[in-house]
């Protein structure tokens, strides 16, 4: 309507015009079409930042933010002006969307999906010519547990029953614990389930999250937009990241001494964008911790399957809680995962879930509300995040294939991770921890006095101005680490390892000239 009022009243202004054009003396001023220019133009200053949610204004998203919006600029001027810099490509490494830099989608996946979307494909005898035996059966299975068959139509706002049943079958063959399907709640990615736990949990400013630094600007954005307050507690970066008990103790007692309640403690396990993979004791402590104090534990698993070392495992907090003997009576535990990260990499399809555990009935009906607003998630994230988690068998048709896409993609990972680890460290003030998992590299910047000087004269945080500078001159897009918090005084970026393997010798060798050129300019 409002699109319908504004068409309208710039089309009477069009013929106000005329008219005044063909009656010199009618008084412009006071014709119809004036006065509905002036209300739209009055409307539209009536909502300024001045007006505006300011929670709205608190909330930022490093990961797309004035460095990434530069770079777009640049690949159109690129685009228009070939030659216009000096490079000829811009390369992302800001953010984690493995198939926009060339990684292929897993066949098995896919074939089921097109299967799911287009019925009428089982029905034809080409069919078993092109698609596995497996995936045909697998799509009969998912479109039987549809109703309808129907995968344009709104599902059940947890979403489909048999794909939450398939979850929690995987979940528990993952575990070795049972999971029960009414706990999961399936999403468009993981980022809505962070919101929706945020909502219920944030009641004022004085509610507070305990969540790492650094940590993925969605935490820090969510806990603005509903209103909390961000109580931060330090990774240690001289133990690869480490996160002891001690700092989260300590913070809480700050908290609570501001008059903070603090609600509930974020864990990003692999870490994002730190990389590291926390050791089983660890976890157990971090367990205790929340039992203890009576804290919720939300836990950010969406890296699962991205492991590079060997001396590293990924344990769900579900999975660690269960051994010491917590049931629903000891812990509340909210985990998600993600369709868009590990080996399949299907950001676009926005398929997620969250597994919602020790909650009373009356607060999961709350849940299930304010799930049931947004009506639901999409059917092809769902149909995703149900393959996810229970993707083929030994002795299925597609098993080998799908090994072979899976193995292949992970040991890539994790030859350019290892790759620009190095590359990292071989330049002159610059430490980097090495990336156990996830799809991230966070060096840190030891920057000379004069460039911090030179950032503070352009009103710029030095490592935003080491990023700007890198990518004026190289075309490779980072995160400036003030994005996702740091220890003061100390500057980072964050680099993705997800560029394909054959482009990863051309990022280190356009960083390696780019940094020893700005160290030079800037020597102190």
Same mark, same amino acid.
């Given at each position: 309507?409002r699109?319908?009022?504004a068409?309208?009243?710039?089309?009477?202004?069009?013929?106000?015009?005329?008219?005044?054009?063909?009656?010199?003396?009618?008084?412009?001023?006071?014709? $119809?079409?004036? !006065?509905?220019? +002036?209300?739209?133009? *009055?409307?539209?200053?009536?909502?300024?930042? &001045?007006? /505006?949610?300011?929670?709205?204004?608190?909330?930022e998203?490093?990961v797309?933010?004035?460095?990434?919006s530069?770079?777009?600029?640049?690949?159109?001027?690129?685009?228009?002006?070939?030659?216009?810099?000096?490079?000829?490509?811009?390369?992302?490494?800001?953010?984690?969307?493995?198939?926009?830099?060339?990684?292929?989608p897993?066949?098995?996946?896919?074939e089921?999906?097109?299967?799911?979307d287009?019925?009428?494909?089982?029905?034809?005898?080409?069919?078993?010519?092109?698609?596995?035996?497996?995936?045909?059966?697998?799509?009969?299975?998912?479109?039987?547990?549809? $109703?309808?068959? !129907?995968?344009? +139509?709104?599902?059940? *706002?947890?979403?489909?029953?048999?794909?939450? &049943?398939? /979850?929690?079958?995987?979940?528990a063959?993952r575990?070795?614990?049972?999971?029960?399907?009414?706990?999961?709640?399936?999403?468009?990615?993981?980022?809505?389930?962070?919101?929706?736990?945020?909502?219920?949990?944030?009641?004022?400013?004085?509610?507070?999250?305990?969540?790492?630094?650094?940590?993925?600007?969605?935490?820090?954005?969510?806990?603005?937009?509903?209103?909390?307050?961000l109580?931060?507690y330090?990774?240690?970066?001289?133990?690869?990241?480490?996160?002891?008990?001690?700092?989260?103790?300590?913070?809480?007692?700050?908290?609570?001494?501001?008059?903070?309640?603090?609600?509930?403690?974020?864990?990003?396990?692999?870490?994002?964008?730190?990389?590291?993979v926390?050791?089983?004791?660890n976890?157990?402590?971090?367990?205790?911790?929340?039992?203890?104090?009576?804290?919720?534990?939300?836990?950010?698993?969406?890296?699962?399957?991205?492991?590079?070392?060997?001396?590293?495992?990924?344990?769900?907090?579900?999975?660690?809680?269960?051994?010491?003997?917590?049931?629903?009576?000891?812990?509340?535990?909210?985990?998600?995962?993600?369709?868009?990260?590990?080996?399949?990499?299907?950001?676009?399809?926005?398929?997620?879930?969250m597994?919602?555990?020790?909650?009373?009935?009356?607060?999961?009906?709350?849940?299930?509300k304010?799930?049931?607003?947004?009506l639901?998630?999409?059917?092809?994230?769902?149909?995703?995040?149900?393959?996810?988690?229970?993707?083929?068998?030994?002795?299925?048709?597609?098993?080998?294939?799908?090994?072979?896409?899976?193995?292949?993609?992970?040991?890539?990972?994790?030859?350019?991770?290892?790759?620009?680890?190095?590359?990292?460290?071989?330049?002159?003030?610059?430490?980097?921890?090495?990336?156990?998992?996830?799809?991230?590299?966070?060096?840190?910047?030891?920057?000379?006095?004069?460039?911090?000087?030179?950032a503070?004269?352009?009103d710029?945080?030095?490592?935003?101005?080491?990023?700007?500078?890198?990518?004026?001159?190289?075309g490779?897009?980072?995160?400036?680490?003030?994005?996702?918090?740091?220890?003061?005084?100390?500057?980072?970026?964050?680099?993705?390892?997800?560029?394909?393997e054959?482009?990863?010798?051309?990022?280190?060798?356009?960083?390696?000239?780019?940094?020893?050129?700005?160290?030079?300019?800037?020597?102190?």
């Open positions: 309507m699109r319908f009022a068409d309208r009243a710039k089309r009477l202004l069009f013929r106000s015009l005329f008219s005044s054009a063909a009656t010199p003396s009618a008084p412009f001023s006071s014709s $119809p079409a004036a !006065a509905a220019a +002036a209300a739209i133009d *009055s409307a539209a200053r009536s909502v300024t930042v &001045d007006t /505006i949610n300011p929670k709205v204004l608190k909330c998203y490093a797309r933010g004035e460095i990434v530069h770079a777009q600029r640049l690949q159109l001027e690129l685009q228009t002006k070939p030659g216009s810099h000096p490079f000829e490509e811009i390369l992302y490494c800001n953010i984690g969307n493995p198939q926009s830099l060339g990684q292929q897993v066949t098995f996946f896919r089921v999906l097109a299967l799911c287009h019925p009428s494909l089982l029905d034809q005898s080409e069919t078993h010519a092109l698609f596995s035996a497996d995936a045909v059966e697998r799509a009969w299975k998912i479109l039987d547990a549809i $109703p309808g068959r !129907a995968t344009g +139509a709104y599902s059940h *706002s947890q979403g489909i029953k048999g794909l939450r &049943d398939a /979850i929690a079958a995987g979940i063959e575990d070795g614990f049972p999971a029960n399907p009414d706990d999961i709640f399936l999403t468009d990615g993981a980022s809505p389930a962070v919101h929706t736990m945020m909502q219920l949990l944030i009641r004022s400013e004085k509610d507070g999250i305990l969540c790492p630094i650094p940590q993925y600007p969605l935490y820090s954005a969510s806990i603005a937009l509903h209103g909390g307050s109580v931060p330090y990774l240690d970066e001289s133990t690869g990241w480490g996160l002891e008990i001690s700092e989260l103790k300590k913070q809480l007692e700050d908290a609570r001494s501001k008059g903070i309640t603090v609600r509930a403690l974020v864990v990003i396990n692999p870490g994002n964008p730190t990389g590291q926390l050791a089983e004791e976890q157990k402590d971090i367990v205790d911790f929340c039992k203890n104090e009576g804290l919720v534990l939300l836990a950010d698993e969406v890296y699962q399957e991205n492991i590079y070392v060997e001396d590293k495992k990924f344990n769900s907090f579900k999975k660690i809680a269960r051994s010491m003997g917590y049931d629903d009576a000891h812990l509340s535990l909210v985990s998600f995962q993600s369709v868009s990260k590990g080996y399949y990499g299907e950001c676009g399809k926005r398929g997620g879930y597994e919602v555990t020790g909650f009373n009935a009356e607060v999961r009906e709350q849940i299930y304010v799930a049931s607003v947004n639901c998630s999409n059917i092809s994230g769902q149909i995703l995040a149900s393959l996810v988690m229970n993707p083929p068998k030994v002795g299925d048709e597609s098993y080998e294939s799908f090994d072979a896409e899976k193995s292949g993609i992970l040991s890539s990972l994790a030859r350019r991770a290892k790759a620009l680890e190095d590359a990292f460290n071989s330049l002159e003030g610059v430490t980097c921890n090495k990336a156990e998992g996830a799809m991230y590299l966070f060096p840190c910047l030891h920057l000379p006095s004069k460039a911090i000087e030179a503070k004269a352009v710029a945080v030095p490592d935003a101005f080491y990023a700007r500078r890198l990518l004026d001159a190289t490779i897009v980072v995160v400036p680490g003030s994005g996702f918090g740091q220890v003061p005084g100390t500057w980072h970026i964050r680099c993705t390892i997800l560029p394909q054959d482009k990863i010798p051309d990022i280190i060798s356009r960083l390696g000239a780019f940094h020893e050129s700005f160290m030079e300019e800037f020597c102190d």
